[in-house]
């Protein structure tokens, strides 16, 4: 301004070089309160209690500069004291005078001095019970919940001990998980020369039932990486906005926790095509989460968050979500092979009464099943098994009839699956993202 005195230019440019400093921002402050600034006073010292919230010279500063009394002066004009007597002497004998001098009535022509001073200990104790709190205060944010709870209260998995070792089968799909998160993970010098950064996103597609959760936990595993499970009920709230913060907290919290494997189940149902959400609230979820993937919310971005998503409908996820940067590698899981299957029986009859089962017929016999099917086989056999003992009063072990008779009569859960994903992959194929199912339907010969 031109009218600025040198020494107050002076201290705005010390203040604009240095804005963190709270006692030179208090100093400016007081200066321009001398020279009767008083809103510029109360901006500088709003900007010095955002910086140390808790400082009490700037909270006293700014209520001089507002014009707010101290908290222990009684609100109002002071009453005139008689000249002849002690301030101690007045005060102490107010609650005396009080009840022995009348009323002061209107032309009362007793002077200023003979008033007596009000006795506010005496009013509060009088009105306390009929005057309610000026401020309502939420008992949920006071215990943690609700909209204002801890932002903080995500259920975050500490690295596991499941490996992708552990995984039976799939070597496509490790192979690809090796080069999109794995390999540069190990190898931080090629990581630098490649500038390749500790982030990503991959979307997991298939039929039901093939494993893509257990993978994603796998690759958490693999990478020491803690791991956070989100789903739409995790998210979506009655409240408006709540669900959008949701998704920031949960985000705030992965990078909090870096490295963090986000794994997004059921992303069809968390981020559908918003040209087919007629609800603003759930649209509204779906420009959240890709600015979460963008890394905007945060200046750190997402160093050391890797994303991983996981749908049965890969053609109703927003298109958004799959650009470059964000999900912008898909993988599908098809399901397991001769040699996973294998894995997988061994696995679920490992502590079962086997007898002589022969793993290399029941592998034929469940192609095309799912990893859940599979279970179910083994389920169904030893429950045959299970009602033949009780029949029998003697145990039977389960034998490779019984295996088979459960695959007979349990049919693949995938087989819907690919019949939908069929016209997917023949007419809707833009871009060619699904070109690795329309190869897999065509060595199956399912065109």
Request: charged share 25%; net charge negative; proline share 7%.
């Amino acid at each position: 301004m031109a009218d600025e005195s040198p020494l107050i230019r002076s201290l705005r440019a010390a203040v604009a070089a240095a804005p963190g400093d709270v006692p030179l921002r208090l100093h400016f402050a007081e200066l321009l309160l001398s020279e009767g600034r008083n809103d510029e006073a109360v901006a500088e010292a709003a900007v010095a209690l955002q910086h140390a919230p808790g400082d009490a010279e700037a909270r006293a500063l700014m209520m001089r500069a507002m014009g707010v009394p101290p908290a222990d002066k009684p609100v109002g004009k002071p009453l005139d004291k008689p000249a002849d007597k002690p301030v101690e002497q007045s005060v102490g004998q107010s609650a005396q005078q009080s009840a022995e001098q009348p009323l002061e009535q209107p032309g009362d022509p007793r002077p200023v001095g003979d008033r007596t001073s009000f006795d506010w200990d005496a009013a509060e104790q009088q009105v306390q019970d009929l005057v309610g709190p000026r401020f309502l205060e939420d008992p949920q944010a006071a215990d943690g919940e609700g909209p204002a709870g801890d932002a903080a209260a995500w259920d975050v998995d500490a690295p596991g001990s499941v490996r992708l070792a552990d995984v039976g089968g799939m070597e496509e799909v490790k192979d690809r998980l090796e080069a999109a998160f794995l390999a540069p993970m190990r190898n931080p010098e090629l990581r630098r020369l490649y500038g390749k950064s500790l982030r990503g996103g991959l979307l997991l597609y298939g039929p039901p039932g093939c494993g893509k959760t257990f993978i994603a936990r796998a690759v958490a595993g693999e990478l020491g990486a803690n791991f956070l499970t989100v789903s739409l009920s995790d998210v979506l709230d009655m409240w408006i906005g709540a669900s959008e913060k949701n998704i920031h907290d949960i985000f705030e919290t992965a990078r909090r926790q870096a490295p963090c494997v986000v794994f997004l189940d059921e992303l069809d149902a968390l981020g559908a095509k918003r040209s087919r959400t007629h609800h603003s609230g759930l649209r509204n979820v779906v420009n959240q989460l890709l600015t979460e993937l963008d890394g905007i919310a945060s200046g750190a971005g997402n160093e050391g968050v890797f994303v991983l998503a996981a749908t049965n409908v890969p053609w109703d996820v927003d298109i958004a979500l799959r650009r470059p940067g964000r999900l912008d590698r898909t993988l599908l899981v098809l399901p397991p092979d001769a040699t996973a299957r294998e894995a997988i029986l061994r696995y679920h009859l490992r502590e079962r009464p086997i007898e002589a089962v022969d793993l290399g017929k029941l592998v034929k016999a469940t192609e095309d099943f799912s990893g859940a099917d599979l279970a179910h086989v083994c389920e169904s056999a030893a429950e045959t098994a299970l009602l033949d003992s009780a029949r029998s009063g003697s145990v039977r072990l389960i034998t490779t009839k019984d295996l088979l008779g459960a695959a007979k009569q349990i049919k693949p859960s995938t087989e819907p699956w690919f019949a939908a994903a069929r016209n997917v992959a023949m007419f809707a194929n833009e871009g060619g993202l699904y070109d690795d199912l329309l190869a897999h339907l065509k060595r199956k010969r399912k065109l």
